[in-house]
């Protein structure tokens, strides 16, 4: 069993080829999953449906098991928000035959899974001289992503029949994008209690996540690189000293500069 961890724990956190080839893997994994959940959140179950989401809920909760078995700070890894994420999507499709809501809004959080791991971050930070340079925006994008694909199925749920299927899906996102703007065409409206404190809070969150990523284009790039002096861990791409305290920086690059 010793063997077997250490196996496991150098895919999840290794810097050979093989680990790193591992995690990306993993990416396509979320990717592919969180398209699915998109792509069926308006479809009635079916029974191909069912086993596919059982399927899926399984292979989540492995690597939501392995996560755990190698962690050496299980508190931690429970906080983080992906991790919660997942808990929320393994339970949503493996009780779903046990109940009779419908739980699909919740399993578009697997999104969050999507480069938030620390060790995908690092491997992209260091290998991939786009991502260190636009970080911030990336993030910011899958974030609002995120939001808009939850919060539309949410919106689909409450307030469309199941059988409105993929035109109730489209108008439930039309909804969502429209609140989210502040346009409000007003020809989809909330009309109950529930539904104008949902449209409230899709317009808070929603924007604060729209300005993030605006800002998040527009301002200077900078990239991410602890001082091992005073600990600042933002600086220009091309940055060889740091700006507050003068320390010497070895920032990674491919050989590129910025104009």
Known sequence: MKELKRTIRL??????????RFRYGLVVFDALTIVYFIATAALPTTQVTAVTNTVLGILILFDLVARFWISDNLRRELARIHTLADLLVVGSLLLAPLLTENLAFLRV???LRLIHAYHLLRDLRRES???RRHEDAILAAINLFVFIFVTTSFVFVLA?????GFAGYIDALYFTVATLTTTGFGDITMTTAGGKLLSVFIMVVGVALFVQLARAMFQPSKIRYKCSECGLNRHE????H????GEQLQIETAGSTVA
């Open 109 to 111: 959080l697997r999104g």
């Open 129 to 131: 001289v786009f991502f």
């Open 242 to 245: 740091c700006k507050h305290c």
């Open 237 to 240: 791409p091309d940055a060889i």
């Open 11 to 20: 895919l999840y956190t290794g810097q050979s080829q093989r680990a790193r």
């Open 160 to 164: 469309f029949d199941e059988q409105a």
